[in-house]
């Protein structure tokens, strides 16, 4: 028994931890506290009474997210690569489950929670991580299979499509599209052969196209997108209001508080649109410091799962590359939409907007980044040894 848990959890060489992504990661966590305080004052104050109702709730997720990376720094890659079939069969059992009376919570039409005792968890959010973990564990074991057949590839495509479409019927079409392209990134630096990889970016193109013509209110939002001014009463309500919080930060911000927009204009204020509050009081010159740390992290976990490829630990690789892929494609998306850039989606700007489930989630993610780094720096060098016969 001690010799299985030993070999399922260890503690932490903190000694062998990337303390550059680790500072990223905590000035973002602590930098989003401070931006969901001033983005969801006044809503939290109209709802519950209470002005610092929805910081303190942050303040709780980010303090149980500390204790989820804590414990997922302590599980070895191994216990992901062992269990990560069994792990994407209940996070679809949860993606079921929100459409169980009772259990599944509808808000505003959508079934996107689940409620279980006093705790409330939204299952797409973590069908990123466990996606990431199962593409991973995939390409390890069926790594010729993958780059060599046709079935090979679409095995797993079939399950992630299954995902999505469990997704998209809540409906998610943002969390879906960032599932779906991390996905295919993971599978593309896996070695996907090139005429699999685009009849699947085509199909998905086709039918993210057909979801959005044939759905009346995605078709609004596309003619909002091209030109919001013409409607900035009706679909283009949303970006017109950021694009003007934008506007009044200019460079440096009217100063932190004293937004306009977040005062019952801007809807969402603290979770999609969280990046045009910060604009708008802190100015242009922060909101180009947060985006580059955001895509920074993204690029130190590219850098953290190249080293693990040199010495061979496959499955790290694979891990560290999609939680850069995703940490990138979700900055990107919501940045896009607050600056019109991008269609209007319900996503969130990782680390910093309001959620529990998105924070907690992104706290494991960075916890995996980081043991990577641990194993791959544990691990002993690989050798390349010349042989004059092959066998």
């Not at 204790?67 to 792990?87: G, K, N």
């Not at 180009?288 to 992290?297: K, V």
């Amino acid at each position: 028994m001690f010799a299985n848990l030993e070999k399922y959890f260890s503690l932490p060489d903190f000694k062998k931890i990337d303390f550059i992504f680790f500072g990223l990661f905590l000035f973002l966590s602590l930098f989003g506290l401070l931006a969901v305080a001033t983005a969801s004052i006044e809503f939290s104050d109209s709802l519950t009474g209470e002005p610092l109702n929805f910081t303190k709730k942050q303040f709780v997720h980010l303090i149980a997210g500390l204790f989820l990376f804590s414990l997922f720094l302590s599980i070895p890659l191994a216990f992901w690569e062992t269990f990560d079939r069994l792990f994407l069969g209940l996070g679809i059992l949860l993606l079921i489950m929100v459409f169980i009376p009772g259990i599944g919570i509808e808000v505003n039409g959508s079934h996107r929670w689940i409620r279980i005792g006093p705790i409330g968890l939204q299952p797409s959010e973590i069908m990123k991580l466990l996606s990431i973990v199962y593409i991973a564990g995939y390409s390890v074991r069926r790594l010729k299979d993958l780059q060599s057949n046709w079935f090979g590839f679409f095995r797993p495509a079939v399950l992630i499509v299954l995902i999505v479409s469990l997704i998209l019927i809540q409906p998610d079409l943002g969390t879906s599209a960032v599932i779906f392209a991390t996905v295919l990134g993971m599978l593309f630096v896996a070695g996907a052969q090139m005429k699999q990889f685009l009849l699947v970016i085509g199909l998905g193109l086709i039918g993210l196209s057909a979801l959005i013509i044939f759905v009346d209110w995605r078709w609004e939002r596309i003619i909002s997108f091209i030109d919001p001014w013409t409607d900035p009463f009706g679909g283009g309500y949303q970006l017109t209001l950021s694009l003007m919080a934008i506007g009044r930060g200019e460079w440096f911000g009217v100063g932190l508080g004293e937004g306009l927009m977040k005062l019952g204009y801007l809807p969402d204020a603290h979770t999609d649109f969280i990046f045009s509050v910060i604009v708008e009081e802190m100015g242009l010159f922060t909101a180009i410091l947060i985006i580059s740390t955001l895509f920074f992290i993204s690029f130190r976990s590219f850098y953290i799962g190249r080293k693990a490829l040199e010495r061979n630990l496959y499955f790290g690789f694979f891990v560290a590359y999609g939680v850069a892929i995703l940490i990138g494609l979700h900055t990107f998306i919501n940045v896009g939409v607050a600056t019109g850039l991008l269609p209007t989606k319900g996503l969130t700007l990782p680390f910093l907007s309001y959620g529990g489930t998105n924070l907690l989630i992104m706290c494991c993610l960075c916890a995996l980044v980081l043991r990577v780094d641990q194993e791959t720096k544990s691990a002993m060098p690989s050798v390349n040894i010349s042989r004059r016969v092959s066998f």
